[in-house]
């Protein structure tokens, strides 16, 4: 892989999706896409060898590609970095690299345990990005439901990226598909206390200086959800930021994610956000 030693081999997708019930199928790789699995983004003596991994999916034949860090959802507690695998596979087809990232769960970890995780994540393919001829400057974060919560509280809360020697500039943009971006009390067990809980929404770091949000919600997801996303791009942008709505129709909230291998919707507006031409 232009002069290192790792080894390319096909993704296999295995697993459930965020969600308590059947993943959609995977879809083969296209032939113009490269797929690198399993490695680890954490190599320390409390490296978790299951959970501190990626899969990486390559255009082939490209340079100075943009990459998304995906974050998969599942209430903190569920999914793997397998669920990626479709969107991995679509837009790296259209040019741009994918990172699908597993993290430590809950009751293995509390928050900040996931965020922290994250932070590790991207800072490490910030470090890969170059090697693999693409460009360390648009790299991306995202994800779906709670990995879109995630990567938006990556986006806004500076202290995570800063504890691996970065700032919030180093995030080309945030990439949020139908995300909870402030936390249920129900969540307690995760997050801990009334404090606890306010300090991991996003809506509590809105103080400037964030990277473009896009913020995609599905047209058939419940009202509440729309006016979540609209409570949350109005707050973005009272500080400034650039932030845009899209509504995709006919997805409800795991349809976003499921129907991405139908070519349209999400895995379009994720590329278009990221500078990538497609047909």
Excluded at 49 to 60: E, F, G, M, S, T
Excluded at 106 to 135: E, K, M, N, S
Excluded at 235 to 241: H, S
């Amino acid at each position: 892989m232009r002069g290192s030693q790792l080894m390319f081999i096909a993704c296999l997708t295995a697993g459930l999706l965020a969600e308590e019930h059947p993943a959609p199928p995977a879809l083969p790789l296209p032939a113009d896409v490269l797929c690198v699995e399993n490695l680890p983004y954490r190599v320390d003596a409390d490296a978790d060898a299951v959970r501190h991994r990626a899969d990486v999916y390559l255009p082939q034949q490209r340079a100075g590609f943009p990459t998304l860090v995906f974050i998969h959802g599942g209430g903190y507690q569920r999914g793997d970095r397998t669920v990626g695998h479709n969107l991995g596979a679509v837009l790296a087809h259209h040019g741009a690299a994918v990172v699908s990232i597993s993290y430590r769960l809950f009751p293995q970890v509390r928050h900040p345990g996931h965020i922290q995780d994250i932070a590790r994540a991207f800072a490490w393919t910030r470090l890969l990005v170059p090697r693999l001829g693409g460009d360390p400057q648009r790299v991306f974060v995202g994800g779906h439901s709670a990995g879109a919560h995630l990567a938006t509280l990556l986006g806004t809360d500076a202290s995570y990226l800063a504890a691996e020697g970065l700032s919030r500039h180093a995030i080309a943009g945030v990439l949020a598909i139908s995300g909870g971006y402030r936390i249920n009390p129900i969540r307690k067990d995760v997050f801990g206390d009334d404090a606890a809980l306010a300090a991991a929404s996003p809506f509590a770091h809105l103080t400037g200086g964030h990277p473009p949000f896009l913020l995609l919600v599905g047209g058939l997801e419940k009202p509440e959800r729309h006016q979540l996303t609209d409570e949350f791009r109005a707050g973005l942008a009272a500080v400034g930021t650039t932030v845009t709505v899209q509504v995709i129709p006919e997805r409800d909230h795991q349809g976003l994610l499921d129907r991405v291998a139908e070519g349209d919707g999400v895995a379009l507006a994720l590329a278009k956000a990221m500078g990538v031409q497609t047909p």
